[in-house]
């Protein structure tokens, strides 16, 4: 049983920057990610990173704006997000699972930290 919790949530300036972490409990490795809802939609995809922090992936909509990386000396997922936008408003949320490969989905969730960008 892994347990996540995510902090660095905010409300920020368009253009700000805002850095989320997880914190893992456990020793075992997992592949991390970051998901998020926004107000009214699905939740979506935006980073992934697997155990060692070799491989990352991040949606086309956060690519070149939004950072994964981990710290396993520390049990902790980063999420660093620069030139926010409002549309980056959402619910962001921890998730956790074994393997790294897409076949495999996540089996541990963070209960989700806000973050608000206004125009």
């Known amino acids: 049983q892994v347990q996540l919790v995510e902090s660095g949530g905010g409300l920020v300036q368009a253009g700000g920057s805002l850095r989320l972490s997880c914190a893992a409990s456990?020793?075992?490795?997992?592949?991390m990610a970051w998901f998020r809802q926004p107000p009214g939609l699905e939740r979506e995809f935006v980073a992934d990173?697997?155990?060692?922090?070799?491989?990352?992936r991040h949606a086309d909509s956060v690519k070149g704006r939004f950072t994964i990386s981990r710290d396993n000396a520390k049990n902790t997922v980063y999420l660093q997000m620069n030139s926010l936008k409002p549309e980056d408003t959402a619910v962001y949320y921890c998730?956790?699972?074994?393997?790294?490969?897409?076949?495999?989905?996540?089996?541990?969730w963070g209960q989700g930290t806000q973050v608000t960008v206004s125009s």
């Open positions: 998730a956790a699972k074994a393997y790294y490969s897409i076949q495999y989905s996540y089996d541990y």
């Open positions: 990173i697997n155990a060692g922090g070799g491989l990352t």
């Open positions: 456990g020793r075992s490795r997992y592949a």
